[in-house]
């Protein structure tokens, strides 16, 4: 069946950097936008990034602008999150997801902390 597994989650200091990535099967990965999205400890989830089926056009949530980076490689059928220059309010469990959320992976933590 369709599944989404993340990876590359951990502990990172403040300014350090991490790179997630999402595993696609069970599905025509190339056929869909992708998102990123996240839950920081005690609060509901948030949109963090899009990405349209090519990867030719990407969108960011303004509070991580110049500091993540979204890419897919429809070859590996797999999405990137790359994220640079941490900051303690990244700190979250971040998920994969179909844009619009029908599907969507179990998530990996990330936190950022001296």
């Known amino acids: 069946q369709a599944q989404l597994v993340e990876s590359g989650g951990g502990l990172v200091h403040p300014g350090g950097s991490l790179r997630l990535s999402c595993a696609a099967s069970?599905?025509?990965?190339?056929?869909?936008?992708m998102s990123w999205v996240r839950q920081p400890p005690g609060k509901g989830l948030e949109w963090v990034s899009d990405?349209?089926?090519?990867?030719?056009?990407?969108a960011l949530v303004g509070s991580v602008q110049g500091r993540f980076t979204i890419s897919r490689d429809n070859t590996k059928n797999t999405m990137y999150l790359q994220m640079n220059s941490l900051k303690p309010e990244d700190t979250a469990v971040y998920y994969c997801?179909?844009?619009?959320?029908?599907?969507r992976g179990q998530g990996t933590q990330v936190t950022v902390s001296s």
């Open positions: 069970g599905f025509i990965f190339s056929n869909y936008a």
């Open positions: 997801a179909k844009k619009g959320g029908s599907l």
């Open positions: 990405i349209n089926k090519d990867g030719s056009n990407t």
